[in-house]
């Protein structure tokens, strides 16, 4: 991914937003196997910083979220279990709020993009007209 054309070119002409977007989410997945490795507190709480500062440039930034918290839930169950087994209660009680917040935030500015748009009807010409 280093390499990828589509990576190295805009962040040769661009030092700003897309090199700290391609940062944070390098940032997320060396958090997250490090955190594998050697589990602590302070590991989780940057990743979520970090994708706090991921949407600072462009909302796309949820697709690395969405691939990710699936894909950690799909191939690392055991982890996420040992994570929410091993935090306190209030902890546990913060993340639900604050995934039920995201949750709603996102469905608060994506419902009304998606209902504003219509598909376009097929125009046919009556038999008079053709």
Known sequence: MA???ANVFPSR???GPT???HFFQAAILALWFSYRNKPGTWKM???FICFGLGFFDKFNF???ILAFVIGISLCYADSLKNIWASSPRLARHIAVILALTALSATLYFILPVLLHFHPARRHTMSLQMK
């Open 3 to 5: 390499l990828d054309p």
């Open 13 to 15: 002409l661009d030092w």
């Open 19 to 21: 090199v700290l977007t």
């Open 45 to 47: 709480v940057l990743i």
């Open 62 to 64: 949820v697709w690395l």
